[in-house]
């Protein structure tokens, strides 16, 4: 079982805040996504990576900036955060395309709430 | 850009009754399309797939049919169990782009 760790699993900032999600898969997963969930509008894509050093923008990017330091780990930056950015972030990894490869491994999971 | 949507938001139905939810996609050169299931308070997980070369797919109570001229795709939930209640969203892929557009989920809850 592919295993997808996101930290912190909650957090509490202010407007103008500064924060980072950080992501870290342990299965050689090439790709890796950020997605946010808010009802009504399922979930959305931020930013992806193909490998490390490699960024794609998604559908949903503005005020986020996402950085792939090693194949391992993926963060998502808020350098201002503003009350529309409150969710919930999913980061995910898959092993690439093809057969089977595509299916997509969740980590648990961070509320971010932004007053 | 490309757009999922899930038709049902919320669906109830009876334990042991059946349950489908469908979705419709506008990327026609979308060419797979997987489901994923979100129980109360966690997270998502994988539960089956179609792909554009084949109309319909089983796995035991589930089955994924897809209607390519229609661009809509279903899944369809037999002999439902107290544990199907959850949260399903559906999705779909074009290669060249690379990345997984999801719908907006349907809630399914499963009366006794």
């Known amino acids: 079982e592919a295993a997808v760790t996101q930290s912190p699993r909650n957090k509490v900032t202010v407007t103008g805040g500064n924060v980072t999600l950080s992501c870290r898969q342990t299965?050689?997963?090439?790709?890796m996504y950020w997605y946010r969930q808010d009802t009504g509008h399922g979930l959305r894509l931020i930013h992806y990576?193909?490998?490390?050093?490699?960024?794609q923008i998604g559908d949903v990017p503005d005020g986020y900036k996402a950085t792939r330091t090693t194949q391992e780990d993926f963060f998502l930056l808020l350098e201002l955060a503003s009350p529309s950015q409150t969710s919930l972030y999913f980061c995910?990894?898959?092993?690439?395309?093809?057969?089977?490869?595509?299916?997509?491994?969740f980590g648990s999971g961070t509320r971010l709430t932004v007053l | 850009g490309e757009k999922v949507e899930q038709h049902e938001s919320t669906l109830s139905v009876r334990e042991g009754d059946s349950a489908v939810i469908n979705c419709t996609y506008t990327?026609?050169?979308?060419?797979?399309f997987p489901w994923y299931k979100q129980e109360a308070g966690k997270s998502l997980h994988f539960v089956i797939d179609?792909?554009?070369?084949?109309d319909r797919k089983q796995s035991q109570r589930l089955i994924v049919l897809l209607d390519k001229k229609a661009k809509r795709f279903s899944l369809h939930i037999t002999a439902t169990q107290p544990e199907d209640s959850a949260i399903y969203f559906c999705?779909?892929?074009?290669?060249?782009?690379?990345?997984?557009?999801f719908g907006q989920g349907t809630k399914l809850s499963i009366k006794p």
């Open positions: 990576s193909y490998g490390a050093g490699n960024l």
């Open positions: 995910a990894s898959s092993e690439g395309r093809g057969r089977g490869a595509e299916t997509l491994y």
């Open positions: 179609i792909r554009s070369n084949v």
């Open positions: 990327d026609t050169a979308s060419s797979y």
């Open positions: 999705a779909d892929m074009n290669y060249n782009q690379g990345k997984l557009i």
């Open positions: 299965n050689s997963h090439n790709y």
